[in-house]
């Protein structure tokens, strides 16, 4: 186990973005939470700093939290490929799918005991009485026993879910339900999620957000946003011999990375329509399906010019997630069967991730550059991608499962698939949007005001401020 260093943010901007009325309830949330805590330490606790969801969350939580006041610090689980197998499959079975049809027996409980119980021992050394513990997913969970016993109380935050039981479902539930029942708190991305034996008054729902100020929401200027594109292998001309893009404090960030790309022919123009979906390379973000549904109902339309960028990180780049790579072979196969014409207007992108900014600043570019970015998901606890896209005004058509039917308003702002399987009908909406650009563009603009509303910061942070506080109350006095 290791600590991720953050640093606080500041919170003016923010508060430019949300509006004098919102700024002072955050603000005096944040003084009761400060005095409720006293001089105890929130800590997170998930299982890696760089790729997915949680990850992004996490980095924007924490900072939020320290500028607020609070004593925030964020811990990472560290475990052996087996233990990540073992947690893949909860993932899977989680969300009503098989993953790799593996056991979730005795055996791979001793396995998940035995890892974590190491890193209980690491954290224990960490903590100081009186500290209070948020365990991210399923990976983590099963540190609440212990952490419960020593008299720190747990909150178990799970991002994933799927709104209908099965017995798949509930094989997960089951290996995981002892732990989970030694929490004080237990929160969800939706009502839909909470499996029944979970104490109403232990319940929470708590949408995920987005972070406004972070990199990868920040717009570029035209010409940096070109030569990451360029950098990244997505625009044609010479790459610089370096890249610096500006922040806000007026310094630059130097890329120093290269992105791996999937090509067998020149970048696509700068006028030329690209489609994108960036996710992970993961079984249930369907990428194989997204490039299918392009070939064949996209890339013969909109004057057969339109192009495909499936991006995701590279493979060895995240830890907690061993079918990354079988997943970037069965999108390279898909790719390698389709005809000359086809695979000339498809690129496979997988990004580095050795830094975390210059990781954002790529994706912001590659979001910035989209005419539609896609999130075609079998199941989707939230998607995050879905928010990062509407806040950059892109249009946006997401398959109608899980949390991404809580963000768009179906032809509001942004156009939802009701069966994530319906190539056909997934094209035609990709399609649709392109040939009718005024239709996008008020997608676009309802897309954004939608996520400024709804899905920053200080909406989550005030859920977080409730949850913290019924944790305090857990805490043993002297």
Not at 96 to 101: I, V
Not at 130 to 135: A, K, M, Q, R, S
Not at 241 to 248: D, I, K, M, S, T
């Given at each position: 186990m290791y600590e991720v260093t953050v640093d606080p943010v500041d919170l003016g901007e923010l508060n430019k973005l949300i509006g004098p009325d919102r700024s002072e309830t955050l603000a005096a949330a944040a003084g009761r939470v400060r005095a409720n805590l006293d001089d105890r330490t929130v800590w997170n606790v998930n299982t890696t700093s760089n790729g997915g969801g949680v990850a992004e969350m996490l980095a924007m939580l924490v900072p939020y939290a320290r500028a607020l006041g609070a004593r925030a610090r964020w811990a990472i689980v560290e475990g052996d490929s087996e233990f990540f197998r073992i947690t893949k499959?909860?993932?899977?079975?989680?969300?009503?799918?098989?993953?790799?049809?593996?056991?979730?027996g005795e055996g791979e409980r001793r396995h998940y005991d035995r890892v974590l119980a190491a890193n209980a021992a690491n954290l224990l050394e960490l903590l100081t009485p009186?500290?209070?513990?948020?365990?991210h997913d399923p990976q983590t969970a099963g540190l609440?026993?212990?952490?419960?016993?020593?008299?720190?109380?747990?909150?178990w935050r799970c991002h994933i879910g799927a709104d209908v039981r099965s017995s798949l479902i509930d094989e997960g539930w089951s290996f995981l339900r002892a732990d989970i029942e030694t929490c004080q708190v237990a929160v969800f991305s939706r009502r839909a999620y909470i499996p029944p034996w979970v104490a109403p008054d232990r319940a929470r729902v708590t949408m995920p957000c987005i972070d406004p100020l972070a990199a990868k929401n920040r717009p570029l200027p035209d010409a940096a946003a070109h030569d990451v594109l360029r950098w990244i292998g997505l625009a044609?001309?010479?790459?610089?011999?370096?890249?610096?893009?500006?922040?806000?404090?007026?310094?630059?960030?130097?890329?120093?990375?290269?992105?791996?790309?999937?090509a067998d022919a020149p970048p696509p123009p700068p006028d030329a329509p690209m489609v994108v979906q960036v996710s992970r390379w993961d079984p249930l973000k369907d990428m194989v399906g997204v490039l299918e549904g392009f070939a064949r109902h996209v890339g013969t339309r909109v004057g057969g010019d339109a192009h495909l960028a499936l991006v995701g990180p590279q493979t060895d780049g995240v830890s907690d997630d061993p079918e990354g790579g079988e997943v970037w072979r069965r999108c390279r196969v898909a790719w390698e069967g389709l005809a000359p014409a086809a695979r000339s207007?498809?690129?496979l992108v997988a990004l580095p991730t050795a830094d975390r900014e210059e990781n954002a600043v790529m994706v912001a570019a590659i979001q910035q550059r989209a005419a539609v970015v896609c999130q075609k998901s079998l199941v989707e606890g939230f998607g995050l991608t879905v928010a990062e896209a509407m806040w950059k005004r892109r249009p946006v058509v997401a398959s109608a499962v899980g949390g991404i039917a809580d963000q768009i308003v179906d032809g509001r702002d942004g156009l939802l698939v009701h069966d994530p399987r319906d190539l056909q009908t997934f094209g035609d909406a990709v399609a649709g949007l392109l040939e009718q650009p005024e239709l996008a563009s008020r997608l676009g603009e309802a897309a954004r005001e939608r996520v400024r509303t709804t899905f920053l910061p200080d909406r989550n942070l005030l859920q977080w401020g409730?949850?913290?506080?019924?944790l305090g109350r857990h805490v043993a006095r002297p």
């Open positions: 499959r909860l993932h899977h079975r989680l969300h009503g799918s098989p993953g790799d049809g593996g056991e979730l009186g500290d209070v513990v948020i365990l609440a026993p212990v952490l419960t016993a020593r008299g720190y109380p747990c909150a044609g001309g010479s790459v610089p011999g370096a890249v610096e893009v500006p922040r806000p404090d007026g310094s630059h960030l130097t890329l120093q990375h290269h992105a791996e790309v999937l207007r498809i690129r409730e949850a913290v506080t019924a």
